[in-house]
């Protein structure tokens, strides 16, 4: 080959024909695996609720036609948490069946011999894979959370014919107030019925509690406003007073509250924040950090996977497929019991990190050492 023909393999377009078949192969891949993941799921779970579905709509006289559109539109709800639970898997899926594909057709090793390394033969795939990672960020943080209240809204509904929570819930806001015992609805964002209560004086000699009911907050004012009076019992130094409150001063509003409900791909960054400092349980602040690293999966993975399958025997390929698929599934094994370790005994730094940064210098290791 020529200097000059080599010059331009090194030096042409960012993405020229060949990263452009790659990438096709790749998203082709992607696309098939997700669906499958996605229809398993559907399958799965539609089964597990279809008696409860049936016997709801049975209740309510819910018209069959009406009952298929709400069950399509909760399992349609479900797809963005669905994706990013299963993303960084089906990635390293779509990188394995491209490169099988290539090394099937027997078009890698003529396309390394044209002067390209590794690295930039499957510079596509990298992209996708940080494209990917994007993509899971910003599900994660405009989509997810919109849809999860709907979606868990529209499960209990299906499920039970109900749209209202019991939160056995212990919070106290900014303005000392704890909330407990809490009925609420996410569709709504109106809260049913909350138990309040507030200590005040340094013994905490002032009590006072009350039961409100059908709460709404005012979003401008910050304040809870109740559709009819509720008793607010004062107790101080034995004497009793009861006072008539329609309005609760508070700096927990329903985001906060319908976030309780949420699973951890339905919370966005922000309101893991809140979590975090409402309740200052370990499990939300290591889902803060595990939100940034679990995106970061699509590209480690793929570090991780490609030595093991660019094997140019046929015999070795197979066995380099397998071990793809093994080492990957350790990576989440290890990442899902250091998450839990996190949530009772680990710091969350160390919990969230440690895979990423250990198997992110593992996977760097292992592909600069492929074979060429």
Known sequence: MSDESVRFASHGPFLDRVDRYIARIFCSSYLVAFLFFFGAFVVIDLFSRADDFIETAGALGIPGGKMVSMVAALYLYSSPSVFLQVAPFVTVIGVIVTVARILQANELIPIL????SVFRTLRSVFLMGGILTLIMILIQEL????????????????????RVFDLDIFIQDQQGRIWSKVKFDPATEIVHEASLSLREGEQGEVFAHGVAQFLRYDQAAKVWRAKEPFDWTVENDKVVTVEQLTEIESSIDPAQIGALLKEAFDLSFQELGHLSALTEEPRYQVLLHYHVTFPLTNVLLILLALPFVIRYEKRSMLLGLAAAFFVCGVYFGIDMAMRSLGENYLHPVLAAWFTPIFFGALGISLFDGIRT
């Open 113 to 116: 011999m044209s002067g390209r």
């Open 143 to 162: 989509v997810s959370p919109y849809v999860g209240s709907r979606r868990i809204s529209l499960a209990e509904y299906l499920s039970d014919g109900e």
